[in-house]
């Protein structure tokens, strides 16, 4: 069939950007400490699951610190289940470090532009390097805005006449990037996200209610994120909070 349409017209088609064998072993970096959190993840749900049906409630600390903070207030009962699980935890969170200092070497040495990238406040190494490694080049983009398409950002359309109906985002693209810009897109709508104009925009949607208005104003931030991203990386400018010359192109 692609034979038969670039017999007769081959602008059907699109041509395909291969990744380079450097960018894939430094992204295989970044998903093997993907992995390893969300091994860790699931076992201190898992530990405070346990206990909290026990009737013990575990105090709230980060997924660093869980192993020794939890320690002390699991029930004797619950030992023999979740002693093996916090071991376990001390050790990912070792090897999560060592990804961390790895990855942080990968942003000073041999991807310098991720600095550039991480001017945004919610952007961190890991973010910004996946980014870079996923994209490659930003001349692959004609327009800035155009990264939110690849990335799966926008919604799906389903036009029949006069019906226009609602639907959710495409979700095309890379899964594992679009994950890192929602989070980011999360801390800048949470409670330590700085005042910007990404999260006065996302409060904007956010304010205007209804059932998923909170899940549409994040995935609209990731979007608006994206292509900010892109534009501060093409044309290596300086990141203005309030800038918002190059939002009005999303």
């Avoid at 699991?74 to 790895?102: G, S, Y």
């Avoid at 693209?173 to 006065?200: H, K, M």
């Amino acid at each position: 069939m692609l034979a038969r349409i670039a017999r007769f017209d081959p602008k059907l088609l699109h041509p395909i950007r291969h990744r380079s064998r450097s960018a894939h072993m430094d992204l295989a970096i970044l998903k093997g400490r993907d992995v390893l959190v969300r091994c860790r993840t699931s076992l201190i749900n898992f530990v405070r699951g346990s206990c909290k049906t026990a009737g013990t409630r575990l105090p709230s600390c980060s997924a660093d610190s869980f192993a020794k903070a939890a320690i002390d207030h699991i029930p004797k009962d619950l030992l023999a289940a979740t002693v093996p699980c916090i071991n376990t935890l001390r050790e990912l969170t070792k090897k999560i470090r060592q990804f961390d200092f790895h990855i942080e070497a990968l942003c000073n040495e041999i991807y310098p532009e991720t600095m550039v990238l991480r001017q945004i406040i919610g952007v961190g190494p890991v973010t910004s390097l996946a980014y870079i490694l996923t994209l490659e080049d930003p001349r692959r983009f004609r327009k800035s805005r155009d990264v939110g398409p690849y990335l799966g950002l926008i919604p799906k359309r389903d036009q029949s006449g006069c019906t226009d109906k609602s639907l959710p985002i495409t979700k095309a693209g890379n899964t594992y990037l679009r994950r890192l810009l929602v989070s980011s897109a999360q801390y800048i709508l949470g409670p330590f996200g700085p005042d910007c104009e990404l999260r006065r925009y996302g409060m904007r949607i956010a304010s205007r209610g209804g059932k998923s208005a909170k899940a549409k104003a994040v995935v609209a931030v990731a979007r608006k994120l994206a292509v900010m991203v892109h534009h501060i990386w093409k044309n290596n400018t300086v990141y203005d909070p309030f800038y918002t010359s190059y939002l009005k192109a999303a």
